[in-house]
C-alpha cells in the first residue's frame, strides 16, 4: 500500500519549453506532497510543499514562477518545469506524507529531465 | 534550523565486510529519524526508522538505533552483499507544519564481489 507514481520517469526537453512532471497517489489520499530535486553526488534539495486545494509553500530560493506547483485533488500533484534551460536538468522526486502510517513518506520512483 | 550531517562517501566493502555509516542530527526536541536507500536510478525507499530515543529500527539486516546523547543514528550492517550498494540518506522528520524531512547529503556504498 502507499504507493505513489510517477511519470514520465525520463523526459528529454528542448530549451524553452516546459515540462509536466505528474505523481499520483494510488491507494491512499495525499493531503500534503514534497518536491525535491537531486543534483548528482548531492543531496535531495527539497523545492516546495503542496497542499492540496491551497498554494505551494517554496524553500528559500527556489523560483515559484519557474516550478510551478498544482495539487489540485487529494491524488495528483504537479511539478511544471517552465522555460526549461540546461540548469535545470536534475533528478526530481515527488513525496507523499502518508497520513495513515503515523507520519510515514512515500517516494516516487523519480523523473530524470535533460534539456538541451 | 534542524540539520543532517552524514559521513562522506564514497565508502567501498567486500562483501561479507561490516558496514557503518554515520549520521548526527541537530534539532530541538526528539525528532524522529529515518533510513532511505536508493538503488541506481530509483527513488528513494524507507529502510528503516526510529521515533523516540534508545529505539532501534531494523530491515533487511541493518540497524539504527537512536542515541539522544550523542544525537547519532548511525547505520550498521554486519554481512554486506553486492545488492546493497546503493546511496544511504539518512533523515529527520522536522516539526511544525509539514512536518518534512531534512536529508543529509547521502552516502554511497560500493560492495565488491
Known amino acids: 500500500g502507499a504507493v505513489v507514481s510517477q511519470h514520465p520517469s525520463w523526459v528529454i526537453c528542448k530549451s524553452g519549453t516546459s515540462v509536466k512532471i505528474e505523481c499520483r497517489s494510488l491507494?491512499?489520499?495525499?493531503?500534503?506532497m514534497f518536491w525535491y530535486r537531486q543534483f548528482p553526488k548531492k543531496s535531495l534539495m527539497l523545492m516546495a510543499t503542496s497542499n492540496e486545494g491551497s498554494k505551494a509553500t517554496y524553500e528559500q530560493g527556489v523560483e515559484k514562477d519557474k516550478f510551478l506547483i498544482n495539487h489540485a485533488s487529494l491524488t495528483l500533484s504537479t511539478l511544471t518545469v517552465t522555460s526549461a534551460h540546461p540548469e535545470d536538468s536534475s533528478f526530481y522526486i515527488c513525496?507523499?506524507?502518508?497520513?495513515?502510517?503515523?507520519?510515514?513518506?512515500?517516494f516516487g520512483s523519480g523523473t530524470r529531465l535533460t534539456v538541451v | 534550523g534542524n540539520s543532517v550531517t552524514q559521513m562522506e562517501g564514497p565508502v567501498t566493502l567486500s562483501e561479507e565486510a561490516f558496514l557503518t555509516i554515520n549520521c548526527t542530527y541537530t534539532a530541538t526536541g526528539y525528532p524522529s529519524l529515518f533510513w532511505y536507500v536508493q538503488y541506481p536510478g530509483e527513488g528513494l525507499q524507507l529502510l528503516l526508522k526510529a521515533t523516540k530515543a534508545d529505539d532501534k529500527g531494523s530491515n533487511k539486516g541493518f540497524e539504527a538505533t537512536y542515541r539522544k546523547e550523542t544525537t547519532s543514528f548511525h547505520l550498521e550492517k554486519g554481512s554486506v552483499q553486492v545488492s546493497d550498494s546503493a546511496v544511504y540518506f539518512c533523515a529527520l522528520r522536522d516539526g511544525g507544519a509539514t512536518n518534512k524531512l531534512i536529508f543529509g547529503t547521502g552516502t554511497l556504498l560500493a560492495v565488491q564481489p
Open positions: 513525496s507523499a506524507r502518508v497520513e495513515a502510517a503515523n507520519y510515514g513518506y512515500t
Open positions: 491507494d491512499f489520499q495525499a493531503t500534503t
